[in-house]
């Protein structure tokens, strides 16, 4: 079990010793000194190895990530493990307790609050904290999401493009640790502050993903988070043992995929009701018809269809069916070669 601190300023807090302990930073955010309480968990071994950061709740209304964690951090013995992990189960703890992706303090998107500001609002305080004292002693970094409310997305361990050809197999690698039925490459270009693009200026291996939607805990993603994490860390080097088969059955095997060309993202023609004609994850011929914007103002309209634009497979639709002019309503993601070898982190 872990050692409590009830509350510890970040100047106090031991990143090195052997042992499993739990604290609670303190950010203040009003007047009268209230403070926020953001949990950090240090887990470090009784032998040397990498540090592998994880992080779930930066966005309030995504659970998969923080139920991961919490198990994690509760099984993890310091004297089987060679390194350190430090677990941050839920980031943004404001819009977490309001179930809510941003924070009601302050408005802020913990994601789009990188690398943050020590004199800022909290959100922002809360990611300067994350980049210079948690990113910073970090080997590998993972960060869990869902897809919220309003998209699903598909279940991935995904990463940005990397154009060095050893550290793009050893996100690959990293991603298919998860068990999780794609490793998805996408756009950098989605919004700057991101978390996970603050890692990758460090230059650690840097893994994101959507492990459910619908502000709902997912079953098999809560099990990628907690048993994902635990395969990182033997493929890493922290823990011993063989990698656990995580890719549920009914998969045949992992697909490396890629979005990274947002102009290609299917958008609404008009608005409507978005009735989606392949399911998530599916595999579409270029022109299989894909949505079926209906038009309720006039109902002997059969609606308008919209077509895939290539071959690939359903990375991402709309979840809200109401629909306006111009939102995106569904993802098309294309196989990409795969550069580790037949059957090498494979499951």
């Given at each position: 079990?872990?050692?409590?601190?009830?509350?510890?300023?970040?100047?106090?807090?031991?990143?090195?010793?052997?042992?499993?302990?739990?604290?609670?930073?303190?950010?203040?955010?009003?007047?009268?000194?209230?403070?926020?309480?953001?949990?950090?968990?240090?887990?470090?071994?009784?032998?040397?190895?990498?540090?592998?950061?994880?992080?779930?709740?930066?966005?309030?209304?995504?659970?998969?990530?923080?139920?991961?964690?919490?198990?994690?951090?509760?099984?993890?013995?310091?004297?089987?493990?060679?390194?350190?992990?430090?677990?941050?189960?839920?980031?943004?703890?404001?819009?977490?307790?309001?179930?809510?992706?941003?924070?009601?303090?302050?408005?802020?998107?913990?994601?789009?609050?990188?690398?943050?500001?020590?004199?800022?609002?909290?959100?922002?305080?809360?990611?300067?904290?994350?980049?210079?004292?948690?990113?910073?002693?970090?080997?590998?970094?993972?960060?869990?999401?869902?897809?919220?409310?309003?998209?699903?997305?598909?279940?991935?361990?995904?990463?940005?493009?990397?154009?060095?050809?050893?550290?793009?197999?050893?996100?690959?690698?990293?991603?298919?640790?998860?068990?999780?039925?794609?490793?998805?490459?996408?756009?950098?270009?989605?919004?700057?502050?991101?978390?996970?693009?603050?890692?990758?200026?460090?230059?650690?291996?840097?893994?994101?993903?959507?492990?459910?939607?619908?502000?709902?805990?997912?079953?098999?993603?809560?099990?990628?988070?907690?048993?994902?994490?635990?395969?990182?860390?033997?493929?890493?080097?922290?823990?011993?043992?063989?990698?656990?088969?995580?890719?549920?059955?009914?998969?045949?095997?992992?697909?490396?995929?890629?979005?990274?060309?947002?102009?290609?993202?299917?958008?609404?023609?008009?608005?409507?009701?978005?009735?989606?004609?392949?399911?998530?994850?599916?595999?579409?011929?270029?022109?299989?018809?894909v949505v079926c914007i209906h038009d309720f103002d006039?109902?002997?309209?059969?609606g308008v269809i919209i077509q895939a634009d290539r071959?690939?497979?359903?990375?991402?639709?709309?979840?809200?069916?109401?629909?306006?002019?111009?939102?995106?309503?569904?993802?098309?993601?294309?196989?990409?070669?795969?550069?580790?070898?037949?059957?090498?982190?494979?499951?």
């Amino acid at each position: 079990m872990p050692v409590i601190m009830d509350i510890t300023p970040v100047k106090d807090i031991d990143w090195e010793s052997p042992g499993n302990r739990l604290y609670h930073v303190p950010f203040t955010y009003d007047g009268e000194w209230a403070r926020v309480r953001v949990p950090v968990s240090v887990i470090c071994g009784h032998r040397p190895g990498k540090t592998l950061v994880a992080i779930g709740g930066t966005h309030g209304d995504e659970y998969e990530g923080p139920i991961g964690c919490k198990k994690l951090v509760a099984e993890l013995e310091p004297e089987r493990l060679s390194g350190r992990v430090i677990v941050i189960p839920v980031l943004n703890v404001p819009a977490f307790q309001a179930d809510q992706r941003e924070s009601p303090l302050d408005g802020g998107n913990m994601n789009r609050a990188f690398p943050g500001d020590a004199n800022g609002t909290i959100t922002s305080r809360i990611a300067h904290f994350v980049t210079h004292e948690v990113l910073s002693r970090a080997d590998i970094v993972v960060d869990i999401h869902a897809a919220g409310t309003s998209m699903e997305i598909m279940r991935a361990a995904s990463f940005h493009q990397i154009d060095d050809p050893e550290l793009f197999r050893a996100h690959v690698e990293t991603a298919f640790a998860f068990g999780m039925p794609f490793a998805l490459v996408y756009t950098g270009g989605m919004g700057t502050g991101l978390l996970s693009e603050e890692a990758e200026k460090m230059g650690k291996i840097t893994i994101g993903g959507e492990f459910g939607y619908g502000a709902s805990a997912d079953l098999e993603g809560v099990r990628w988070a907690y048993e994902g994490l635990k395969n990182v860390m033997k493929l890493h080097g922290l823990m011993p043992g063989e990698l656990e088969r995580l890719l549920p059955e009914r998969f045949k095997r992992q697909v490396l995929a890629a979005n990274t060309d947002i102009d290609r993202y299917i958008t609404a023609p008009i608005s409507g009701i978005a009735e989606p004609l392949a399911p998530i994850g599916a595999f579409v011929n270029k022109g299989d018809p894909v949505v079926c914007i209906h038009d309720f103002d006039d109902i002997t309209n059969p609606g308008v269809i919209i077509q895939a634009d290539r071959d690939g497979y359903v990375a991402c639709r709309k979840f809200r069916a109401r629909t306006r002019q111009g939102d995106v309503v569904m993802v098309i993601a294309e196989e990409i070669p795969n550069p580790l070898a037949e059957g090498e982190g494979l499951q």
